[in-house]
């Protein structure tokens, strides 16, 4: 195996190692979201393994001296030279510079999304005990104990009656 392909095939084994897909699953919601992030980790592992099996091994030399007796030394001699001769161009890696800083500001776009995401989950569910709480207090509660948690509503209630607007 050429060095290039096989950097390339460690590079991938190792960031195959370093994703956390399960806490990437965690984190969505959606059915669909779930359905094209398995397709990914799917599509990730073939690839994955594609590198490991066909770019990991070293292709097996070739028995010249076989060849010679079984077809005779001057066709074989015809062949080795033209098989010497092949140059396997070396892998010039021109995407990665090019993708790698576009990767890495989707990396910290996705970290502050998880952030505000996380922060936004977080004030629905306080929102969510509320009004549990709400729905459980709501037939023995007076207007005096609504208005003491919602003193905005009270303000504005008073300031309707004090205008003499009665909402027609």
Known sequence: ???TAKKVTDIAFKASKNIDWEGMAKLLVADEARKEFATLRRSFDEVNTALQTKFSQEPEPIDWEYYRKG??????DMYK???DSIEIPKYVDNVTP???P???ALVVELKEAEEKSLKESERLE???AEVQELKKKITT???EEYFEKHPELKKKFDDEIRNDFWGY
């Open 1 to 3: 195996m050429s060095g």
């Open 71 to 76: 077809i005779g030394s001057r066709v074989v």
């Open 81 to 83: 030279e033209a098989y």
């Open 98 to 100: 090019q993708y790698k």
């Open 102 to 104: 576009k990767f890495d």
């Open 126 to 128: 306080k929102e969510i």
């Open 141 to 143: 509660m007076t207007a």
